[in-house]
């Protein structure tokens, strides 16, 4: 059973547009979520994250949006860049020493 | 700051055979993570270690996959007979500290071939 989903397996983007990745989650204990991104051959690095308290956090072009009644977030990307072409992956935890879930990611490209 | 060291970066084993994987985090960190990345899905958590002492292995098969951390340094994961299923992407991670809160740093990982 997947808690966390990421159901678009890859997006494409031109340049300058707005990228909207989406994860949706089903267990209503996850309190704290992330955004990790992954380059071919190099691991996942961090590169957002939002509190349950929160609906929205923002870094730069990245802005993260919580909707906790419809278990929903999404990733914004504005404006996208081709340099962000990547594997995103949505993850999520319930706080305090609980571990980390992942959902399955999608692929983006930015094009020129 | 060097990052998180993985070896060997590539592995093609048959079936039932042995293999390990090696991680060295960054320098003070006290949590170390294993992950399955198996392809097409995102990293599943096998074991977490808290210095040298293991906080969660409730994903870890443990008939044939082990674990250590020597000295609260080091971390070996070992799997002894491999399986086909068992081919993925295993990514060692660390933070300064074991809640969530705290950002995970991931290494390369190694891509592991069962034939």
């Known amino acids: 059973d997947q808690q966390v989903k990421q159901n678009s397996p890859s997006l494409s983007v031109q340049e300058g547009r707005i990228s909207i990745l989406n994860c949706d989650y089903t267990?209503?204990?996850?309190?704290?979520f992330l955004w990790y991104k992954k380059y071919p051959a190099e691991g996942p690095t961090f590169l957002i994250s939002?509190?349950?308290?929160?609906d929205k956090n923002e870094d730069g072009r990245f802005t993260v949006f919580l909707n906790k009644s419809a278990k929903h977030l999404s990733l914004h990307i504005v404006p996208s860049q081709p340099g962000d072409s990547a594997v995103y992956f949505c993850?999520?935890?319930?706080?305090?020493?609980?571990?980390?879930?992942f959902g399955k990611g999608t692929m983006l490209l930015v094009s020129p | 700051e060097a990052g998180v060291a993985q070896s060997p970066r590539y592995k093609i084993i048959e079936k039932r055979q042995s293999v390990a994987f090696w991680c060295n985090p960054i320098s003070g960190h006290a949590t170390l993570y294993w992950y399955q990345q198996i392809l097409g899905q995102g990293p599943k958590l096998l074991i977490q270690?808290?210095?040298?002492?293991?906080?969660?292995d409730s994903q870890l098969p443990k008939d044939r996959f082990s674990a250590e951390r020597l000295k609260g340094v080091d971390s070996t994961l070992k799997i002894q007979p491999a399986k086909l299923e068992d081919s993925a992407v295993y990514l060692c991670a660390s933070s300064l500290a074991g809640d969530s809160y705290n950002e995970q740093f991931f290494g390369p990982g190694t891509r592991l071939t069962v034939l």
């Open positions: 270690f808290q210095n040298n002492g293991v906080v969660d």
């Open positions: 993850a999520a935890s319930a706080g305090g020493y609980s571990t980390l879930t």
């Open positions: 939002i509190s349950s308290i929160k």
């Open positions: 267990n209503s204990m996850f309190d704290y």
